[in-house]
């Protein structure tokens, strides 16, 4: 056994490498789910009987708004290894309203949706955008759970800048900034499709 994983520290940096080859192994299923929609979404669309409707303008509100939201984290994360408190905390509470925010932009472009007469019953096309991007707002809800837990932890805990709380802040970033471009591939994806 390696000299460097025999001490505390070593234990929790490996465990921590852990954690994140197994938030990449989950994440890599998530993209082969959403390959799995993108396929269906098109073969579908290929057999006919497909309603062709504008997307509603807030897909691209919530868009700018998650993709500030990565924005604010990132630097929320470095504020946080440069010992820069007040930022920090501030920077992460911004990322978590504006992470509600792209949810609730979510909501009102479904509800957009279903005033133009697109629901899940009609068409299959409408039905596939609810879908996707239903399971993609779900997605994103795991990440505020992941951001509550982290304002907990700023908030809580004595501010300390320690391998362990870079490294499960880290898996936070990684995971959001995944959902942001997940979001930005299925909205080009419907755009592109159209």
């Known amino acids: 056994m390696d000299a460097s994983l025999s001490n505390n520290s070593g234990n929790a940096l490996y465990k921590y490498n852990t954690n994140k080859f197994s938030l990449y192994i989950a994440l890599g299923s998530i993209v082969m789910m959403f390959t799995a929609f993108s396929s269906a979404y098109i073969v579908r669309q290929s057999a006919g009987n497909w309603l062709e409707f504008p997307l509603p303008n807030l897909f691209y509100v919530s868009t700018a708004v998650i993709l500030l939201s990565s924005v604010t984290l990132h630097l929320a994360y470095n504020s946080f290894k440069n010992q820069r408190e007040s930022l920090y905390k501030s ?7 504006l992470g509600i925010g792209f949810v609730i932009a979510q909501y009102y472009a479904w509800m957009e949706m279903f005033a133009m007469g697109i629901d899940l019953k009609r068409n299959p096309s409408g039905a596939f955008v609810y879908v996707i991007s239903g399971a993609h707002a779900a997605h994103v809800l795991g990440g505020i759970a992941t ?10 805990l004595p501010f300390r800048v320690t391998d362990k709380r870079k490294n499960r802040f880290q898996l936070v970033l990684i995971y959001w900034h995944f959902v942001d471009f997940l979001w930005i591939y299925l909205l ?6 159209r």
């Not at 951001?147 to 809580?156: E, R």
């Not at 080009?188 to 499709?193: A, E, I, V």
């Open 188 to 193: 080009l994806f419907f755009t592109l499709q």
């Open 91 to 97: 920077l992460l509470i911004v990322s978590f309203i």
């Open 147 to 156: 951001f509550i837990v982290a304002l907990i932890h700023a908030f809580s």
